[in-house]
């Protein structure tokens, strides 16, 4: 299977170990063999080649900063962009992994419609296009014949998108709610053993959680951008940011975390979604619910179904490999719905 990526940060680069450490197992145990022909950056340069780009040489580059310091072979080019790469129609299927942008998912979104008329399967980490385009998308790659899918963008590696369409086919979900943002439930768990909120914050961009403007996290929007993907992908619906109640945790302050665990309760940040709308809300759970008892900065998602009953999803939502795990998942899904295994 050959690949481009778009973008090739944290993400990007612990998809591509993934491939280095494990392609002699993938290719015993899946019959799955993969090149990453096509890397384009913003910020590290841009490299095509259609043999394939030497993985180690690539994550060396990357490492330095620049993808200058790749070194030289037959029938490589630099420089293209994503629509060159694209063009050459040599790739079996575009792996988005470019920082997310939420307002417009540009220039991600239309990256992705190129691909999908050039005859590219899809598979996005990048949280904007699913979030803000997800019913075109899909209905592109069906016409096509194609697969868009998605499952890094929700809870990382964790098999959120999977769960619901695979595991639970037959069931009605009603509804999705969980804990969709580590960083802000990292900063919770803290506050609960008595750091103040902003000491938890400052440790929670030491740790890596949080980006150093938390905005994003803290007031409520990346887990709004996942339940807009949770409602638009599970349940068909056609929500927009302006269809979500969304507020954060900067609000909960040392006394409202004292208040509820006094009361056997435990604050969350819990985004739900349903096909009517959806929510993002610091809330107090009683400690019986499974989602109070997620610590740290670990996700989960409980899915309320028809058959069985609520399902609790619990792992990680966020990590460099933990989200190339998904990406990897993503693509062998893809080779067994085409028959190649």
């Not at 280095?20 to 063999?33: C, H, N, T, V, Y």
Request: one cysteine or more; aromatic letters at 4%; proline letters at 3%.
């Amino acid at each position: 299977m050959k690949l481009i990526l778009v973008g090739f940060g944290v993400v990007g680069q612990g998809f591509a170990e993934i491939l280095r450490d494990k392609a002699a197992e993938l290719k015993r145990s899946q019959g799955f063999a993969a090149a990453i022909i096509g890397v384009v950056t913003a910020s590290k340069g841009a490299l095509y080649r259609s043999d394939g780009l030497d993985l180690p040489a690539l994550l060396e580059a990357a490492g330095d900063g620049s993808f200058a310091l790749y070194p030289d072979q037959p029938g490589l080019r630099r420089g293209w962009g994503a629509e060159d790469m694209i063009a050459a129609g040599e790739a079996d299927a575009l792996v988005e992994v470019s920082p997310t942008n939420l307002e417009t998912a540009q220039p991600a979104l239309d990256i992705c419609k190129r691909a999908l008329d050039a005859g590219m399967h899809l598979v996005l980490a990048n949280k904007g296009p699913v979030a803000l385009d997800y019913a075109n998308l899909q209905a592109k790659a069906r016409a096509k014949g194609l697969q868009m899918r998605c499952e890094a963008t929700v809870m990382a590696g964790t098999p959120t998108m999977q769960l619901a369409d695979e595991a639970l086919a037959g069931c009605e979900i009603l509804s999705a709610r969980g804990i969709l943002n580590g960083t802000t439930n990292y900063i919770l768990t803290q506050m609960e053993s008595g750091m103040p909120y902003e000491s938890a914050l400052t440790q929670a961009q030491e740790l890596g959680y949080a980006e150093t403007d938390p905005t994003g996290d803290v007031e409520g929007w990346d887990a709004a951008g996942k339940v807009l993907i949770l409602a638009n992908a599970l349940f068909g619906a056609a929500l927009t940011m302006d269809d979500l109640d969304v507020s954060g945790i900067t609000q909960i302050s040392a006394a409202d975390i004292a208040d509820a665990q006094a009361a056997g309760c435990r604050y969350k940040l819990i985004a739900g979604a349903t096909a009517e709308g959806g929510m993002v809300k610091a809330t107090r759970l009683p400690l019986a619910d499974p989602l109070a008892g997620v610590g740290g900065s670990t996700n989960a998602v409980t899915l309320e179904t028809d058959l069985l009953g609520d399902i609790t999803l619990i792992g990680a939502g966020a990590g460099k490999r933990e989200t190339g795990a998904a990406i990897l998942s993503d693509l062998l899904a893809i080779q067994r719905a085409a028959g190649l295994t």
